[in-house]
T-cell receptor, first 115, second 111 residues
Framework: AQKITQTQPGMFVQEKEAVTLDCTYD???????LFWYKQPSSGEMIFLIY??????QNATEGRYSLNFQKARKSANLVISASQLGDSAMYFC????????????FGAGTRLFVKA | EAQVTQNPRYLITVTGKKLTVTCSQN?????MSWYRQDPGLGLRQIYY???????DKGDVPEGYKVSRKEKRNFPLILESPSPNQTSLYFC??????????FGPGTRLTVT
């Protein structure tokens, strides 16, 4: 069954340091996409990064990179050089591409960046 | 400006009074979706639509209806709202590539 697990309800990181947010998933579909979204306290959902199941290289977008380990079914988000503005809720999500575009989200990780 | 709009942004209603939350996108996206967000549960998909007149159930469709008569609009209908439908609702759209564009959210309270 389709499932996303984020095991870290909350995390602290010092400003300018790197942080890894964990995400594991479960699916039987060979074709799927993995996403990370940021939700600041203002409430909007901001797309950060995407990784396709057939992509050979890990996705990167500026300070965000996705550490994709297919065999382990993990898709961890790495934020380099954390900034105070990175304090937010982060959601991992998965979309199975076969039989429709159903999407599931993890419960989220709240990140606190300390000055 | 490319955007997804939702109305109303805030709504307080009573049990059983039918309501509709509108969603509209101006990006000509074929894919649209509704989610609800509850503390500790993340976002859960209610319904999604891959094209006009094509809709499918997500994980939590009970108590909700949708329609997709036009490409740009995807309203969410609660025929008989109940307190357990109190939540933050998001509409999203996309073009099947990967990114979904989210609306600003609608905070619904059912008393």
């Amino acid at each position: 069954a389709q499932k996303i697990t984020q095991t870290q309800p909350g995390m602290f990181v010092q400003e300018k340091e790197a942080v890894t947010l964990d995400c594991t998933y479960d699916t039987s579909d060979p074709s799927y996409g993995l996403f990370w979204y940021k939700q600041p306290s203002s409430g909007e959902m901001i797309f950060l990064i995407y990784q396709g199941s057939y992509d050979q290289q890990n996705a990167t977008e500026g300070r965000y990179s996705l550490n994709f380990q297919k065999a382990r079914k993990s898709a961890n988000l790495v934020i380099s050089a954390s900034q105070l503005g990175d304090s937010a809720m982060y959601f991992c999500a998965m979309r199975e591409d076969t039989g429709g575009f159903k999407t599931i989200f993890g419960a989220g990780t709240r990140l606190f960046v300390k000055a | 400006e490319a955007q997804v709009t939702q109305n109303p942004r805030y709504l307080i209603t009573v049990t059983g009074k039918k309501l509709t939350v509108t969603c509209s996108q101006n990006m000509n996206h074929e894919y649209m979706s509704w989610y609800r967000q509850d503390p500790g549960l993340g976002l859960r998909q209610i319904y999604y639509s891959m094209n006009v007149e094509v809709t499918d159930k997500g994980d939590v469709p009970e108590g909700y209806k949708v329609s997709r008569k036009e490409k740009r609009n995807f309203p969410l209908i609660l025929e008989s709202p109940s307190p357990n439908q109190t939540s933050l609702y998001f509409c999203a759209s996309g073009d099947f590539s990967y990114e979904q564009y989210f609306g600003p959210g609608t905070r619904l309270t059912v008393t």
